[in-house]
């Protein structure tokens, strides 16, 4: 049973009519473009408490999804007790709660992956509306953004016949024109954002040990076509938006099929690493009707968990071995690599800075260059672990840890 909170409703109008709509956002995995990369004024060159200055903590249950910034507010999810998956709206500068609604939708992973927690993962998506998320059990619920009233909602499983997905839901989903495009039991479904009706379903995928795909889906104009480029549990493919036909697909190896992170696009070009699989990057040619994707090169550097980003035409990848390392594009030559740091990291790229969430509860501010690494400042900030995605938005830094939500604001030096 839905509930919704509103104890501070009224102060959230009042507020929310006073701030402007011009603000930056950080609305969707990885960023307003979805590659972790934002546009901004030139950060400090330090990271210590006089210069990235705390302004507030939230308490929270677990939970990996990233949160979700807009002009007047923060979206962060929960699951509690293992029993029901929870979403709130926070007051952007001030962590007041303006909204909460909950709903049953827990489930326990496998054994061999307790370590990773039983809860949810996938990082929502806000149009400015409407908040999309998509739980651990494969529902996807749609919540309008200022009261948290429940617009529609999905149960894949039941409306596919599917058992659901052994690690729980992970696929971060996209918006694109009016509807929402992930993957989900075992396929690529697009859904209509007002109605929530499905309009199509693709990459349908039989059995296999993970039941359902960890990469979420990027949208890019590839030989002369815009897709989706979509990396399942076994391939990685280009996708017809309107049809959900399949327009190229190669196969990617991987080790138990774990094809994790978001690919790249580089042009013609999609790069992508797999844990077991190496690097490799394709270049996808058209003639007539027909695409066509060439292996340009594969190397035995492994990724893992953590997606890249691209800086000045180089690719930054922190890796399944922890350490991180800047690699060309054009070759796959290992500029450089450094020694390990954390099991995974979330970047976001602001010109040739990097600032980089690492699990063990470190904030790391890079300059990148393929020269060298180049750490310039780091900065512990919870003894918690923090997989969730950080979000950047103007001045403000926001990190989920597992059992908080804590923001930032970067004084100008």
Partial sequence: MLSISRTVFALFVLSASAIGGDRAVWNQWRGPERTGALSTGAWPQRLDAST??????????????????????????????????????????????????EWPGAMTVPFFAASNGSWIRSTPVFDGKTLYVFGMVDELVALNGDTGETKWRIDFRQTFETFGQSFGAVCSPLIDDGHLY??????????????GAIVWRSLKEEGGMMGGAFSSP????????????????????????????????????????????TPT????????????????????????ETFTPTQIWK??????????????????????????????????????????FGDYWSMAANGSQLLVLD???????????????????????????????????????????????????????
Avoid at 63 to 89: H, L, M, Q, W
Avoid at 230 to 241: S, W
Avoid at 268 to 282: A, H, Q, W
């Fill in 52 to 101: 990235l200055v705390e302004m507030y903590r939230v308490p929270l249950a677990p939970s990996y999804s990233g949160p979700i910034v807009s002009a007047d507010k923060v979206f962060v999810t929960e699951t509690v007790n293992k029993e029901k998956e929870v979403v709130r709206a926070l007051e952007r500068d001030t962590g007041r709660e303006l909204w909460k609604v």
């Fill in 182 to 195: 992930l993957q989900t039991s075992g396929g690529l479904a697009k859904v209509h954002c007002d109605t």
């Fill in 218 to 261: 990027v949208i890019a104009t590839v030989a002369g076509q815009r897709q989706l480029i979509v990396q399942t549990r076994a391939k990685l493919c280009g996708v017809d938006l309107a049809s959900g036909t399949e327009l190229w697909t190669v196969e990617i190896p991987s080790f138990r099929d774990m094809n994790i992170l």
């Fill in 265 to 288: 696009v580089m042009g013609n070009r999609i790069f992508t690493s797999t844990y077991g699989g190496g690097s490799i990057v394709y270049e996808i040619t058209r003639t007539g």
């Fill in 299 to 340: 190397n035995t550097t492994e990724a893992y968990m953590s997606s890249p980003v691209v800086i000045d035409g180089n690719i930054y990848l922190h890796l399944r071995n922890k350490r991180f390392t800047c690699m060309d594009p054009a070759t796959g030559e290992t500029r450089w690599r450094t020694t390990p």
């Fill in 359 to 413: 699990s063990n509860g470190d904030l790391i501010l890079i300059n990148a260059t393929p020269d060298e690494f180049s750490k310039v400042d780091s900065r512990h900030v919870s003894d918690a672990s923090t997989w969730a995605h950080l979000a950047v938005a103007d001045d403000q830094v926001f990190v989920r840890a597992l059992d908080e939500l804590i923001v930032y604001r970067w004084k100008q030096e």
